[in-house]
């Protein structure tokens, strides 16, 4: 049974550790949410070690920057783990090819296709058109604001001649401001939905779950796997991510599921239970918002 909560210090002594998603927990895609940071600091202050676990396609140099872009202090974190350093160092192993077709924002392709400085031997990634790819590289789609079935025609031709799609980002939607927009999970589920093949390295997949351990041991902490709390707003990635890794979660219901779960200050417990049965999902714990 999910148990709601008012606050993070109610059960922050619990843990060690936290796998804090981003955008709808932190920020919302363009500035930060202030108690949310509030709750952070207060939660380091006392011991604990925070890492920021985002689906983001960025390297962490990037996000950085942006955090600071949006507001959120440099005290309310330790470290960073995003979707995008997983995701890189699976394509500079080889994992679609050298030849990639790139699906994704300009300037989102400037900043993946870069070896990792810590990556040995790295291949020579170089972007072509599809005819001559030998795989696809998807941070996203071309517009975000456009229905992923727009792509439909060359993933059909990616999938007739069995290219891989790497997806940066398993994410299938986020909410800019009051905008929501399409992410590279989207595009990587319809082409699945077509018989392509997609390789994923965010959340809810362990990729981005053993980069996060290793970015946490980098911190000089040794924590179990019981002293580590997630938490996040996405019931298929955040939540389902920590169920695979039996690790604990808490719910922010009101992020993406705020309408489902009817959340003003905090969730309606009979629209949440509802969600959670449909969803088929056990968060351990659930708030309205990170406080």
């Not at 997983?86 to 679609?96: F, I, P």
């Not at 990634?125 to 079935?149: H, N, R």
């Not at 319809?190 to 997949?205: A, D, I």
Request: net charge negative; aromatic share 8%.
């Amino acid at each position: 049974m999910t148990q709601i909560i008012q606050s993070l210090a109610d059960i922050s002594a619990r843990y060690d550790a936290l796998f804090v998603d981003l955008w709808g927990c932190v920020h919302n895609g363009v500035t930060a949410f202030p108690e949310a940071c509030a709750a952070l600091i207060a939660y380091r202050e006392r011991g604990g070690t925070v890492v920021l676990v985002t689906n983001s396609p960025r390297p962490r140099g990037s996000v950085e920057t942006q955090l600071d872009g949006f507001g959120v202090p440099r005290e309310a974190w330790d470290t960073i783990a995003t979707s995008g350093d997983s995701a890189r160092a699976a394509a500079y192993d080889g994992a679609v090819g050298e030849k990639v077709f790139f699906i994704g924002q300009p300037d989102e392709e400037t900043v993946f296709l870069h070896p990792l400085q810590i990556q040995d031997n790295p291949i020579d990634i170089t972007t072509v058109p599809l005819d001559e790819a030998e795989g696809i590289i998807c941070t996203g789609p071309f517009d975000p604001l456009a229905d992923p079935a727009t792509l439909r025609p060359q993933l059909l031709h990616a999938k007739t001649r069995g290219l891989k799609l790497l997806c940066a980002n398993p994410d299938i939607v986020v909410d800019r401001g009051e905008r929501r927009e399409w992410c590279a999970g989207a595009v990587a589920q319809l082409y699945t939905e077509m018989g392509g093949e997609s390789l994923y390295f965010g959340k809810p997949h362990p990729p981005i779950y053993d980069l996060a351990r290793r970015r946490l041991a980098a911190t000089g902490k040794n924590v179990p796997t019981e002293g580590i709390l997630a938490i996040g707003d996405g019931i298929a990635t955040d939540v389902l991510g920590a169920l695979g890794e039996d690790i604990d979660s808490l719910f922010i219901t009101g992020g993406l599921a705020a309408m489902e779960t009817k959340t003003a200050d905090r969730p309606d417990e009979a629209a949440l239970k509802a969600y959670l049965e449909k969803e088929k999902s056990a968060p351990t714990y659930a708030i309205g918002f990170l406080r």
